[in-house]
């Protein structure tokens, strides 16, 4: 893994990286990487791929009815900032 | 007779017959707690004032003969679960002050069951390691070795057990992060099925891999807490609508003619050869009670860990996506604009660990190496759960070590991949394939527990703990207790 | 022509220049909030306009461990949108994550449908201006929830999360890029509109944000093969703007290849201030949603009795309303599809038709033509309409029968729709009857053309124009009520001498 392709994944997954951890992410990706590889060799010709671990099951539905009520004061008692029930990020310039 | 090492069943029997009261009971484990907390670093938050009042509520409730069989008997929860007005911090600077507004379900359960909540026990940081070392809290100490792990990520919850500083901790479990910790701590640790016990309110770490479970002394223990913590939970779209057969009852199901399993993958090299012994002369035992001892094998079984280290990191990618300071948890200090504010509230939040596997997932999910590894990853997945499915063809459980080793060291953790990886063979197989497994405790290598594996078909429960339950009855493994700790 | 780096000139004017050289291509994606009483995954209310985050619960806001799980009324209603478009439906479909950080997206990541939609490949017909049917091809329609809203003003160096719409049901529509200019893109829109409404699925209204329109514009040279870069045009929630916008847009593009440069593919907001497109700063970068299938949901199964059951259910479509007035009332396609634009207006529109059988077309003609300025003048909707259709009814019969010109109908028109009569009350009070008698006419007539002698001669010495002259006089004179096809007849015998 070269040191710009950690950067840009950090910038994906929206964590601070400084130059100084590049080296300690890349060793570490790489050496998990290499041993993903094995993967490779697998022969999965005409298997599915597998999401649930348990086969056959469906979606369950729920009944379209409204029966949450209004809790936001107690939700934001413990936010980070909050202003007029709006919580508050710095100003975005769309 | 202490009340530290009594049963569940003891317990209820004694606080029924009022030989003891739940606040006695309750103020004597939480003196142990205090104790104990320095050496073994076991819990991130002590609730004792809730706990001395639900302990009184529940000596009322017992008086007037009504309860249940768990009522009045204190417990702890892994720090992952959510609990009601009580910090939640999953071992995370990043939820360091969360105060949760809900309880999941499993605490809802057990609260109605009138048990009372010692406090939040220690693990690795989001439910990211195997050893409790990546704790924000620091890391917990194994109490049968203070030097040692106690494994992870559900160490403080097996530390509780095993010090007997409760009779039971929920868990949670990825690949593994039950079993290695029980068989590490000679405790009983059970996953269930994927699906049995309902993950609302259960902070998640890779959604179709992850399934609460119990950590106690006993099958006898886990089977009576397991009845009240599993079930259909509409709030949860992957927990199955089934009924809970009662695993209590079902104990005593008489085990000859149960044909074992014994994977041929998971004997070979790497498998500490004491270790081997243990769960050979454990398999002996099953035989001298009448059970079949069958090979069968599980050929993509290697595949396992390759597999996980692709699904489990995609999947926590985007499930650590909410944490990013602006409805709860950590916030970077004057951010100058929203970027830093994402980027250093997640950094700063993020132990390293979790950040490794954030990055790895957000990797292996990106354009360009989706199929290559993502949907590669799943249908290994399919071939692995196939390759069980043809093992429980021939056999009814699949028994084998949990773990390749006993405990080690704290800090000798260990960027040896081979290691690494042989610690995760044997239990992850099982959350990919959803299947309900279980590590006993079945010897001792120097002084150190080892754990005895058993991997029953979906939802068979009841099966895997009454195997459990005979062996026990036959051994006393489980009833040992680490020095300074009786 | 000169091409600056803004476009100038109306965008007609501009497009009719360039129409030789240049083809517009428009593909529309459409989201509509599906009409539910609670949100997609949580039972979080819908209704519009609460206090800020008064409607948003754990599941909305995306706390640690809450999960999912699916509202069945979605279901059936992206079904019934399915069938109405003719499309598949797909036996099984699967949510995935579409992931990205943003603040009004709680949980980093939007549930939505990716490889595995629900609603699979259908068609919508659009009837233009000049009766032209054109079949505008629907690539898929899926599932998913809507983000919050972000507030930039007002907060000083802050701006402010409202999350009460996040997780708001949304259909999502994607056109093939069929359209060629922004009147087929409006035409298109429009029948998506009307249909949304006419399912019950979707209450349409787009100032409230329940209907909003991304366009994917670009531009190629005509007989090129491929298309050209694309850039998507945002939130557009007016017909007007969505029309103003591909103006602007096809302008802009056209301009930056003309000057030798090349179109970004990017997404761009419509400043209806201003009139122009710009680029959307925060999404400047182009997102690797890294799409997978949430683990947290299992895939949807839709049988064959489930669709049988919705279909059973589905009201009369647009077109096959519209089909059905322009066969029984003698109707353009255009005409009909006007006219059924929405199930109320076309139900109003029935039961005037009802009531003067004989002339549906002059039926046709006042709802499309007075009824609807009188609708647009004073901001209403036809279930708002000051007159009902028996009202309407009684007014076109005194046309039909004479009783009235057309003229002074819509004088008539206007205090009914004033002062809620009707037709007769009004025309009595004022005295309105046309004058049909032929004496009485040639009476005015002749009264004209004696005080109009220089008139008369230029005109009998061919300024045919001049007849207007006479019309206007004799109707002045007449108060407007002389019957205007009697006095064509006799004026024109009268000058002839």
Excluded at chain 2, 115 to 141: I, Q, R, W
Aim: proline residues 6%; hydrophobic residues 40%; aromatic residues 8%.
């Amino acid at each position: 893994m070269k040191p710009e392709q950690i950067a840009s994944i950090a910038h994906l997954a929206r964590l601070s990286m400084d130059e100084a951890e590049i080296p300690r992410y890349q060793e570490s990706l790489t050496s998990i990487l290499s041993f993903v590889g094995d993967l490779e060799r697998a022969q999965t010709e005409g298997v599915s791929p597998m999401a649930h671990p348990l086969p056959g099951l469906v979606q369950r539905l729920r009944a379209d009815v409204a029966t949450e009520t209004d809790a936001h004061e107690r939700y934001q008692a413990n936010a980070p900032q909050v202003a007029a029930s709006l919580y508050l990020v710095p100003k975005v310039i769309e | 007779m202490s009340l530290h090492t009594l049963s569940l069943a003891q317990l209820a029997a004694g606080l029924r017959a009022g030989e003891f009261s739940s606040v006695e009971l309750t103020r004597t484990l939480l003196a142990r707690i205090d104790a104990h907390q320095p050496q073994l670093n076991a819990l991130i938050s002590v609730t004792g004032t809730t706990a001395m009042q639900a302990a009184a509520v529940a000596d009322g409730v017992l008086a007037r003969g009504g309860g249940g069989p768990l009522t009045g008997i204190p417990m702890v929860h892994k720090d992952i679960f959510c609990t009601e007005g009580v910090r939640t911090t999953c071992a995370s600077r990043m939820l360091d002050n969360f105060i949760a507004p809900y309880d999941a379900t499993v605490v809802a359960k057990l609260k109605a069951e009138g048990m009372v909540m010692l406090g939040k026990a220690n693990m690795d940081e989001f439910a990211m390691g195997s050893s409790n070392e990546t704790s924000y809290f620091g890391p917990v100490h194994n109490p049968w070795n203070l030097q040692l792990v106690p494994g992870g990520s559900s160490g403080g919850s097996a530390a509780v057990v095993a010090a007997r500083l409760a009779p039971l901790a929920t868990a949670t479990d990825t690949g593994g992060s039950i079993r290695q910790p029980a068989a590490l701590c000679g405790i009983t640790g059970f996953k269930p099925t994927y699906g049995r016990v309902s993950r609302y309110g259960m902070i998640a770490f890779a959604s179709s891999l992850d399934q609460g479970g119990t950590l106690t002394a006993s099958a006898e223990d886990a089977a009576l807490v397991l009845r009240a913590m599993a079930g259909f939970d509409p709030r949860d779209s992957t927990s199955v609508d089934m009924p809970v057969p009662d695993y209590v009852a079902g104990l005593e199901q008489p085990l000859a003619g149960l044909k074992i399993g014994l994977l041929k993958e998971f004997f070979e090299k790497g498998l500490d050869p004491d270790n081997e012994r243990c769960v050979r002369a454990a398999l002996a035992v099953y035989e001298k009670l009448g059970a079949q001892l069958v090979e069968v094998s599980v050929p993509n079984l290697g595949l396992s860990v390759p597999a996980y280290y692709v699904v489990a990191p995609a999947e926590c990618s985007s499930n650590l996506a909410r944490f990013d300071g602006v409805r709860f948890g950590h916030r970077a200090k004057d951010p100058k604009d929203l970027m830093d504010l994402y980027k250093r509230s997640r950094g700063e939040g993020f132990g390293a660990e979790v950040k490794r596997r954030i990055m790895t997932g957000t990797y292996v999910l990106s354009a360009g190496y989706y199929d290559a590894f993502y949907i590669k990853a799943q249908k290994v997945r399919r071939l692995i759960a196939n390759d069980f499915e043809r093992a429980f063809a021939q056999v009814d459980v699949l028994m084998g070590p949990t773990t390749p080793t006993v405990a080690f060291e704290l800090g000798s953790k260990t960027s040896d991949p081979i290691t690494m990886y042989l610690n995760d063979i044997y239990t992850i197989g099982a959350n990919l394939a959803g299947l309900p497994a279980m590590s006993i405790p079945c010897g001792f290598v120097q002084k150190l527990p080892v754990g005895l594996q058993i991997i029953g078909r979906h939802f068979a429960e009841a099966r895997l703990l009454s195997a459990a339950h005979a062996y026990q009855r036959e051994t006393d493994w489980h009833t040992r207790v680490p020095p300074g700790y009786e | 022509m000169p091409i600056n780096a803004k476009p100038t000139g109306t965008p007609e004017f501009l497009l009719a220049m360039n129409n030789e050289t240049w083809e517009t291509v428009i593909g529309l994606e459409v989201h509509a909030q599906l009409a539910t009483k609670s949100k997609i995954f949580s039972a979080s209310p819908t209704a519009y306009g609460a206090p800020p985050n008064s409607q948003a619960n754990l599941v909305d806001l995306g706390y640690p461990g809450v999960l999912p799980v699916l509202n069945q009324a979605t279901v059936g209603m992206a079904v019934k949108f399915g069938l109405a478009i003719d499309a598949g439906i797909a036996p099984v479909s699967v949510f995935a994550r579409k992931n990205y950080f943003y603040p009004d997206l709680p949980k980093g990541y939007q549930i939505s449908q990716y490889e595995l939609p629900i609603v699979a490949k259908g068609h919508m017909d659009i009837v233009l201006e000049d009766g032209t049917v054109k079949r505008i091809g629907i690539t898929r329609a899926h599932l998913e929830e809507d983000a919050g809203k972000s507030m930039h003003e007002g907060l000083g160096a802050f701006s402010g999360i409202d999350l009460n719409r996040a997780g708001t049901p949304l259909i999502e529509i994607v056109s093939e890029p069929d359209m060629r200019s922004a009147r087929e893109a409006v035409a298109y829109l429009k029948k998506i509109h009307t249909l949304v409404r006419y399912l019950e699925i979707c209450d349409g209204n787009m100032q409230e944000g329940s209907f909003r329109c991304d366009a994917n514009v670009s531009v190629r040279r005509k007989g090129a093969e491929k298309f050209g870069t694309r850039a998507e045009i945002k939130n557009l929630n007016s017909f007007r703007f969505v029309e103003k916008a591909i103006h602007y847009e096809v302008a802009r593009q056209i301009d930056i290849i003309e000057s030798g440069g090349k179109v970004l593919q990017e997404t761009r907001l419509y400043d209806p201030d201003k009139g122009e497109t710009r680029s959307m700063r925060s999404k400047e970068e182009a997102n690797d949603y890294r799409y997978f299938p949430d683990p947290d949901l299992l895939p949807v199964a839709v049988d064959e009795a489930f669709i049988a059951g919705v279909r059973k259910l589905l009201p009369e479509l647009p077109d096959e309303k519209a089909a059905r007035f322009a066969a029984a009332f003698g109707l353009s396609p255009y005409d009909a599809g006007v006219l059924t634009t929405s199930r109320e207006l076309g139900d109003y529109f029935e039961a005037v038709v009802k009531q003067i059988p004989q002339d549906p077309k002059l039926a046709a003609n006042w709802v499309m033509g007075e009824l609807a300025a009188a609708l647009n003048r004073d901001g209403i909707d036809i279930g708002q309409s000051k007159l009902n259709a028996t009202r309407v009814a009684g007014l076109l019969n005194r046309i039909a029968d004479g009783t009235i010109s057309g003229k002074i109908a819509k004088e008539v028109f206007e205090t009914m729709w004033a002062t809620g009569a009707d037709a007769d009350s009004v025309i009595a009070e004022k005295g309105l009857r046309q004058i049909s008698d032929p004496a009485a006419i040639e009476q005015a007539i002749d009264a004209v053309i004696a005080k109009s002698p220089g008139q008369l001669a230029d005109y009998r010495a061919g300024k045919d124009k001049l007849f207007g002259y006479f019309v206007g006089q004799v109707m002045k004179a007449t108060g407007g009520k002389a019957n205007p096809a009697q006095l064509n007849e006799l004026l024109k015998k009268k000058l002839a001498g």
